[in-house]
């Protein structure tokens, strides 16, 4: 993967987060959507509630963290986690150059080719409060 950055978008003393999910993770994820996770406050732990006949399945994807300052225009990384010809969701986020909000991108696609490049890639920041 080859990923053009817009580095000014960022806080120049973070990294930016590469999270990398395959078909068959994205397959799971379709599968549970249905589910609920909601935390008890009497045992103080996450409980987990899916319609009956759909199974809840923990979720671990690639996960890749670059520092900024490493970054220049794009950043290049290697999975073994794709295969050409399958589905993926890549998800990027870091914290923005305003040091308070997170701005981040969701990106979906089939890869053609072992070298993926993505470019013009459609950004969203939060907007918080920051003081």
Same mark, same amino acid.
């Given at each position: 993967f080859t990923i053009l950055i817009d580095t000014a978008m960022f806080s120049q003393k973070e990294s930016l987060r590469f999270i990398?999910?395959?078909?068959?993770?994205?397959?799971?994820?379709?599968?549970?959507?249905?589910?609920?996770?909601?935390?008890? =406050? +009497?045992?103080?732990?996450?409980?987990?509630?899916? =319609? +009956?006949?759909v199974e809840y399945f923990e979720m671990n994807p690639e996960e890749i963290i670059i520092s900024l300052q490493e970054i220049r225009d794009s950043v290049t990384f290697e999975t073994d986690h794709i295969s050409v010809g399958e589905r993926y969701r890549l998800l990027i986020n870091g914290l923005g150059s305003d040091n308070c909000n997170t701005t981040s991108a969701s990106i979906e696609g089939t890869t053609r080719k072992a070298d993926v490049v993505i470019e013009n890639i459609q950004w969203a920041t939060t907007l918080m409060a920051c003081l």
């Open positions: 990398l999910w395959n078909a068959d993770q994205l397959k799971l994820l379709d599968n549970t959507a249905s589910c609920v996770i909601s935390y008890n =406050p +009497e045992s103080q732990q996450e409980e987990i509630h899916c =319609p +009956e006949g």
